[in-house]
Antibody, heavy 120, light 110 residues
Framework: EVQLVQSGAEVKKPGESLKISCKGS????????IGWVRQMPGKGLEWMGI????????RYSPSFQGQVTISADKSFSTAYLQWSSLKASDTAMYYC?????????????WGQGTLVTVSS | QTVVTQEPSFSVSPGGTVTLTCGLS?????????PSWYQQTPGQAPRTLIY???TRSSGVPDRFSGSILGNKAALTITGAQADDESAYYC??????????FGGGTKLTVL
């Protein structure tokens, strides 16, 4: 069965950098878009951006463009979400999810989430 | 900037039917927005319910259905059960590979 396994919880200080990961298995990793979704404490889901690991084509929501970087390493079947300088407002749960279907317009499989806490 | 709108909260009686909607702050939702619906219970990752307007994801019971009602996408739950008490989110495809979540609807079954 398709699985997306995310890296563990992180506690960081403002200004630090961070890269979290999402490893896909039991499917052709390079053939499906992978996306990232943010959920701030007590809030709703926010669509951040997606990447096609086959060619690293990446799309960002305007709200997140320039704030994060999405990448993928097809050799390791892993997608990444990274920050160069964290802020307290980056504290959130982050989910990766695969876009399914021929149109690739919906998420079909989800990771378990990675909790990122940014605090001085 | 266009916003995807959902009712903040809704309640339904056990065994009852409820329809949650997903609209746009400007314009009408159609099938070309590929509406999809997700269920999330506290502390859990989201679960995909419906995609491409009305296609149920694998394993989703047929009491969940999707449609376009008027100028909005809709998720209807027929015969609501206690464990349907969750937050429900819609996603609309906005073009150029970008999609957007609605603010979510917290459904109470009581």
């Amino acid at each position: 069965e398709v699985q997306l396994v995310q890296s563990g919880a992180e506690v960081k200080k403002p200004g630090e950098s961070l890269k979290i990961s999402c490893k896909g298995s039991e499917y052709s990793f390079t053939s499906y878009w992978i996306g990232w979704v943010r959920q701030m404490p007590g809030k709703g889901l926010e669509w951040m951006g997606i990447i096609y690991p086959g060619d690293s084509d990446t799309r960002y929501s305007p709200s997140f463009q320039g704030q994060v970087t999405i990448s993928a390493d097809k050799s390791f079947s892993t997608a990444y979400l990274q920050w160069s300088s964290l802020k307290a407002s980056d504290t959130a749960m982050y989910y990766c999810a695969r876009l399914g279907g021929s149109e690739a317009r919906h998420f079909d499989y989800w990771g378990q989430g990675t909790l990122v806490t940014v605090s001085s | 900037q266009t916003v995807v709108t959902q009712e903040p909260s809704f309640s339904v009686s056990p065994g009852g039917t409820v329809t949650l909607t997903c609209g746009l702050s400007s314009g009408s939702v159609s099938t070309t927005y590929y509406p999809s619906w997700y269920q999330q219970t506290p502390g859990q990752a989201p679960r995909t319910l419906i995609y491409s307007t009305n296609t149920r994801s694998s394993g989703v019971p047929d009491r969940f259905s999707g449609s376009i009602l008027g100028n909005k996408a809709a998720l209807t739950i027929t015969g609501a059960q206690a464990d349907d008490e969750s937050a429900y989110y819609c996603v609309l495809y906005m073009g150029s590979g970008i999609s957007m979540f609605g603010g979510g609807t917290k459904l109470t079954v009581l």
